[in-house]
Every structure is written in structure tokens, then in C-alpha cells.
């Protein structure tokens, strides 16, 4: 069987198998190799993700451990409590304890499995208020890109303190050009562009950590391996 790479996060996550999106490049990109598993929770909280990891992962009894597995949380926490999204607001110090406890399940789970953190995207306030989510009278934005930083720095952090790698998207988005239009689809989602970046950033913490197409061993021979005058051979030893 081959190995499995997990995707662990909210609608950000959902999404990313979509035409274009940083899954599907993924899975794409270990096409032969690894399978990417996508579970993404549209409108989940750190809060609520630690409730349901036991029901999103397989025991660890239940077959190998995953290649690595990304945990990518914060949007949804960083809503703010006096706004119409205060219902998946996490305060920012359980937000942190809470992405350490996953991070935690995760290492009793498989010990050797690599575990990246992602932090929250930048925020474009103005586009959140053209594209609320439900009526918003108030005319505020739900979230601010302040707050996101914030959660940004806490996911930083937690990852420092677990010892695992980190994806800091808040601060690499924002260092591209015209970011707000060009990394983001409605304020908060990603655009094709959007998961451009977070899909290179994925690929280059795997491959830092060994993991890449040219690591891992394709899990059928190859087309040009296959001898032309004796094409069953090649299946005799599997």
C-alpha cells in the first residue's frame, strides 16, 4: 500500500482539492507515490477539531503510520468574539494549547510521522464585508487581519514548543504583490494563485524532511520499466 500524507484543517483544507487547489497539486505531485487524504472541516475551530481528531484519523493500530500530516487552523478562531462569526471565535491562548494537545495525539499516535503547522492567511478586511457568509448588518468585517496575525504568531509558537516544522502563509503572503486581490478569492479563502503558494511551501518543508517523489519508491513498476519482450516479469516479484 502506499504511504499516506494527511491533510488536516477547515474550509481552507476543504477546498484545496479543488481545481487548482494546493491538495490537488499535492496529490498530483506524489501521484505514484502517496496518497494525500484530504480532511478538511468547513467553519471548524481548533476547539472543534480536538473533539473529532479521534473520528478523522484511523487508530494506530489500524495500519502504517502517515508520512506526515498538515494541521492547518486559525481562520475560523481568529473570528472576532463582537462579530456575526463570535460563535468559532477560540480565544488566542486556547488556540494555542489546543494546536499543541493535536499536535500531541498526533506524535502518540506515530511517533515518526512529520507534522507540519499552518498558520491562518492574511485577512483583506474590505473584501469580508462584500462577501459576508451570513446578513451583516453591522457592515464590519467578522474577522481583521490584525487578529489573524495574532493567531498567526501563536501558531508559530506552538509549533516552536512541539518541536515540529511551521508554514507562516500570513507573513510569506503578505510580501507578494497586491496580495489582497492576488492570494485571495473573497477576503479569506485562496484564490489559484493563493495555493500556489501554499503548495510550494508544502512541498519544500516534505522535501526537507526527506519526503518527495524522489524519495519514496513508486508503488508499481514503472511503464519504462516494463521489459517489452517479457512484460509479465516485471510483476513476478511484487
Request: aromatic residues 10%; charged residues 20%.
Given at each position: 500500500?502506499?504511504?499516506?500524507?494527511y491533510?488536516?484543517?477547515?474550509?481552507?483544507?476543504?477546498?484545496?482539492?479543488?481545481?487548482?487547489?494546493?491538495?490537488?497539486?499535492l496529490?498530483?505531485?506524489?501521484?505514484?507515490?502517496?496518497?494525500?487524504?484530504?480532511?478538511?472541516?468547513?467553519?471548524y475551530?481548533?476547539?472543534?477539531?480536538?473533539?473529532?481528531?479521534?473520528?478523522?484519523?484511523?487508530?494506530?493500530?489500524?495500519?502504517?503510520?502517515?508520512?506526515?500530516?498538515?494541521?492547518?487552523?486559525?481562520?475560523?478562531?481568529?473570528?472576532?468574539?463582537?462579530?456575526?462569526g463570535?460563535?468559532?471565535?477560540?480565544?488566542?491562548?486556547?488556540?494555542?494549547?489546543n494546536?499543541?494537545?493535536?499536535?500531541?495525539?498526533?506524535?502518540?499516535?506515530?511517533a515518526?510521522?512529520?507534522?507540519?503547522?499552518?498558520?491562518?492567511?492574511?485577512?483583506?478586511?474590505?473584501?469580508?464585508?462584500?462577501?459576508?457568509?451570513?446578513?451583516?448588518?453591522?457592515?464590519?468585517?467578522?474577522?481583521?487581519?490584525?487578529?489573524?496575525?495574532?493567531?498567526?504568531k501563536?501558531?508559530?509558537?506552538?509549533?516552536?514548543?512541539?518541536?515540529?516544522?511551521?508554514?507562516?502563509?500570513?507573513?510569506?503572503?503578505?510580501?507578494?504583490?497586491?496580495?489582497?486581490?492576488?492570494?485571495?478569492?473573497?477576503?479569506?479563502h485562496?484564490?489559484?494563485n493563493?495555493?500556489?503558494?501554499?503548495?510550494?511551501?508544502v512541498?519544500?518543508?516534505?522535501?526537507?524532511?526527506?519526503?518527495?517523489?524522489?524519495?519514496?519508491?513508486?508503488?508499481l513498476?514503472?511503464?519504462?520499466?516494463?521489459?517489452?519482450?517479457?512484460?509479465?516479469?516485471?510483476?513476478?516479484?511484487?
Amino acid at each position: 500500500m502506499r504511504p499516506k500524507i494527511y491533510l488536516f484543517g477547515d474550509s481552507i483544507t476543504g477546498l484545496s482539492f479543488t481545481n487548482g487547489g494546493w491538495g490537488a497539486s499535492l496529490a498530483n505531485h506524489f501521484s505514484r507515490t502517496a496518497d494525500v487524504v484530504l480532511r478538511g472541516y468547513g467553519g471548524y475551530n481548533t476547539r472543534w477539531a480536538l473533539l473529532v481528531k479521534e473520528k478523522v484519523f484511523p487508530a494506530a493500530e489500524s495500519g502504517g503510520a502517515p508520512l506526515a500530516v498538515t494541521v492547518f487552523f486559525g481562520a475560523n478562531d481568529a473570528s472576532l468574539p463582537d462579530r456575526y462569526g463570535a460563535f468559532q471565535h477560540v480565544p488566542l491562548d486556547e488556540y494555542k494549547q489546543n494546536l499543541v494537545a493535536i499536535v500531541a495525539f498526533l506524535k502518540k499516535q506515530w511517533a515518526s510521522t512529520r507534522i507540519i503547522l499552518i498558520t491562518p492567511p492574511p485577512i483583506d478586511e474590505a473584501a469580508r464585508i462584500l462577501h459576508p457568509y451570513v446578513p451583516n448588518p453591522s457592515g464590519f468585517p467578522e474577522r481583521t487581519n490584525e487578529a489573524a496575525g495574532r493567531y498567526a504568531k501563536e501558531c508559530v509558537a506552538a509549533a516552536a514548543e512541539c518541536g515540529v516544522a511551521v508554514i507562516d502563509i500570513w507573513e510569506k503572503m503578505q510580501k507578494l504583490p497586491n496580495w489582497e486581490k492576488t492570494c485571495l478569492s473573497d477576503g479569506l479563502h485562496l484564490t489559484r494563485n493563493g495555493n500556489k503558494v501554499v503548495f510550494e511551501e508544502v512541498i519544500a518543508q516534505l522535501k526537507d524532511q526527506k519526503i518527495s517523489p524522489g524519495t519514496l519508491p513508486p508503488d508499481l513498476p514503472l511503464f519504462w520499466q516494463i521489459d517489452p519482450k517479457n512484460p509479465l516479469k516485471s510483476f513476478q516479484n511484487l
